[in-house]
């Protein structure tokens, strides 16, 4: 295990045996380049303790030899005094595979047979550890928790230093300062030791110089010369103090205190350290960024320092503040500098450096494109919609690199510069709605409505649907998941778009069997949902005319003719209505055979029995409900009107029961 932890160079990170680099944070960027900062959401620091497979390989015969020799002391020696050291090892060995499961099991079981022993806060502190990997943060902070109270007992202070600076990670993720600094505070004032006193102490001001709270960074970094700090904690609390009086414009204080550091011989190994913050000192204290003298600077000192971390950061600072500038050129080549070795600012700055990259192929593009002139009009359709496609891919490059502007200006080039029958203009539309969002919703909203309206079919239609607050039945084109989709709307109240969807039957499945069925939902809908008749019989009439042969056109004729005369003023006998209903119980009715409405229910008697209200105590009467006639009128109820109860157009079973609307 010495030999594999060697390789990982563990022992150095965990004994701290160098200054560390502390990045100060960006207007702007603050949560890239601090992932921990700010609650960036992302357990960035555990990246630090995770190895990765490349440098296990080389060891990974050593790891697999202590999981097979740990098993074989558990086996054949399970109560000899080896068994927590080997628990313990067998746990870090699955660590380092990523196997955080495995290494959380011997953790547990290291836990549970030796919950006081000599390891134990090192079980817990991995146990922690393997938690977050996994994401049970609950977990985590109650293993971290576990651990300092163990630590504490056992005088480790080694654990109990990386403890707060996880408990401090975790609540920055979360961004609650106080809970992060709380740590560092309550061991200070519990400790007796004043030399690990002023190392925590660091710890504290670190946390806010990391935030960019400079003034509580300063005074903090003053407090570690109240106890016994060792060498480096001195180095540290010297250095970073000067960079965070140079933030606030004290830069005589900050010139001092560097020349104190480069006078000590006791600090000749960290002079990169130095010769970074002077560069960053100087930057701040001339307003001609290119001034030769600065320059010649960092020259000689990227000669001195070839590849340190600390000269990487101080490249970023540099090419962060020409990208603001918008000299992206400029900035490219420090964004390339500062990507040379695995630092604090190395994804960010690999990230700006290919945007950049990225963002000088598009215009050479969109300038390839510009110069060529198509002699074909096919031809020059397509290279408009390709120049469109460039100019989209350049404004998603600009929202990246945080230009909203640019990436709206181009967004809007894309939809201009393309033809009209282009597809993706849906998509550019919505680029542009999203940017908009925030600050003008109601033209994010009329965007979007374009695209539902315009482009149902693109890909970006269901996003558009989505943000309006709409599900995806909006977006469907077969007649029979139309006619589900209006139905949904309608049981929501939306009736607008349930509108939408019965006429999008009509007028794309006008053939289909689900036409006179949506016909018949929109009368029914404005006859009971909105309580609007003129517009209910107007669909109902438009049912009768276009599909006169559906049952549904047979079941509302009686009610459309009969509201439509009295709306004319005509006089309709009730024995009309029955025409349309059976022409030879019509004909026999008025030869006077027999009274229609008892032949009525001589023809019936064997049909569904329903009860009349009013009728059912007359013994042998059962009186069938046949559309257009009613043995029994209600209050305020019309000739050829159903009672209430009829079944809505959704439902289930038989050709559905037509209520008339009251009349106008």
């Given amino acids: 295990m010495a030999e594999v932890e060697d390789e990982f160079a563990f022992q150095d990170e965990n004994k701290r045996t160098k200054p560390r680099l502390l990045v100060q944070p960006i207007e702007g960027v603050e949560a ?37 020799k740990g098993s074989k002391v558990l086996a054949n020696h399970p109560k000899s005094n080896y068994v927590e050291g080997t628990l313990f090892l067998m746990a870090k060995s699955y660590f380092f595979r990523q196997e955080w499961v495995a290494s959380q099991q011997k953790c547990l079981e290291a836990v549970e047979k030796f919950p006081d022993g000599d390891l134990s806060p090192d079980v817990h502190l991995l146990l922690a550890k393997d938690y977050l990997l996994q994401r049970k943060i609950s977990q985590g902070k109650q293993a971290l928790s576990k651990a300092i109270d163990v630590a504490w007992y056992k005088d480790r202070y080694d654990i109990l230093s990386e403890a707060f600076r996880m408990q401090a990670e975790i609540e920055l993720e979360g961004g609650d300062v106080d809970k992060a600094v709380q740590p560092y505070k309550q061991a200070i004032a519990q400790s007796e030791d004043d030399e690990q006193r002023a190392k925590w102490q660091v710890d504290l001001a670190s946390v806010y110089y990391k935030l960019g709270e400079w003034k509580l960074a300063e005074e903090n970094f003053k407090k570690v010369f109240e106890y016994t700090p060792d060498p480096l904690a001195q180095f540290e609390a010297t250095l970073y103090r000067g960079a965070a009086l140079a ?21 000749d190994e960290w002079a990169s350290f130095i010769a970074a913050e002077r560069i960053s000192l100087d930057r701040q204290r001339t307003t001609d960024k290119n001034d030769p003298a600065l320059i010649a600077q960092e020259r000689k000192a990227d000669t001195s320092f070839v590849g340190r971390p600390e000269l990487m950061a101080q490249a970023f600072q540099k090419a962060m503040s020409l990208y603001k500038q918008s000299k992206y050129e400029e900035a490219l080549k420090y964004f390339a500098k500062a990507k040379v070795v695995r630092t604090p600012v190395y994804e960010v700055a690999n990230k700006y450096f290919t945007l950049i990259k990225q963002w000088e192929e598009q215009h050479h593009k969109i300038g390839g494109l510009r110069a060529v002139i198509p002699e074909k009009a096919g031809i020059a359709d397509s290279m408009q919609r390709q120049k469109a496609r460039e100019f989209f891919s350049l404004g998603r490059i600009h929202e990246q690199m945080s230009n909203p502007d640019s990436a709206l200006m181009y967004f809007r080039f894309a939809y201009d510069s393309t033809t009209v029958g282009d597809e993706n203009r849906g998509r550019y539309l919505y680029a542009q709605a999203r940017l908009i969002r925030e600050n003008e919703p109601e033209a994010a909203d009329s965007l979007l409505a374009i695209i539902t309206d315009k482009y149902p079919k693109t890909e970006v239609a269901r996003e558009a649907f989505s943000s309006l607050g709409f599900s995806q039945d909006a977006q469907v084109d077969d007649a029979a998941e139309l006619y589900r989709s209006g139905n949904s709307f309608r049981r929501i109240k939306d009736y607008n778009y349930a509108t939408r969807q019965y006429l999008a039957i009509v007028a794309n499945h006008g053939t289909s069997d689900m036409a006179p069925k949506a016909l018949y939902a929109l009368g029914w809908m404005y006859e009971r949902d909105l309580v609007n008749n003129d517009s209910a019989i107007f669909y109902y009439e438009q049912l009768v005319e276009k599909y006169p042969r559906s049952v549904y056109a047979k079941d509302v004729r009686p009610s459309v003719e009969y509201a439509l005369a009295k709306r004319n003023g005509v006089e309709v006998a009730d024995s009309l209505l029955l025409r349309d209903l059976d022409d030879e119980l019509y004909k026999r009715g008025k030869a006077g055979e027999l009274d229609a409405l008892q032949q009525l229910i001589k023809n019936n008697e064997d049909a569904l029995d329903i009860n009349v209200p009013g009728l059912n105590n007359i013994p042998g009467i059962n009186i069938p409900t046949i559309p257009g006639i009613n043995p029994q009128k209600m209050p305020g109820q019309l000739p050829g009107q159903l009672p209430p109860g009829g079944r809505p157009p959704d439902s289930t079973g038989t050709s559905p029961t037509v209520v008339m609307p009251k009349k106008p």
């Fill in 247 to 267: 933030k606030l414009g004290r830069f005589d204080e900050a010139d001092a205190l560097f020349g104190s550091l480069e006078k000590s011989k006791n600090f």
């Fill in 32 to 68: 890239e380049t601090t992932a921990s900062a700010k609650g960036a959401g992302t357990m960035n620091f555990l990246r630090a303790f995770v190895v990765e497979k490349t440098k296990l390989q080389p060891m990974a015969t050593k790891v697999d030899s202590i999981l097979i």
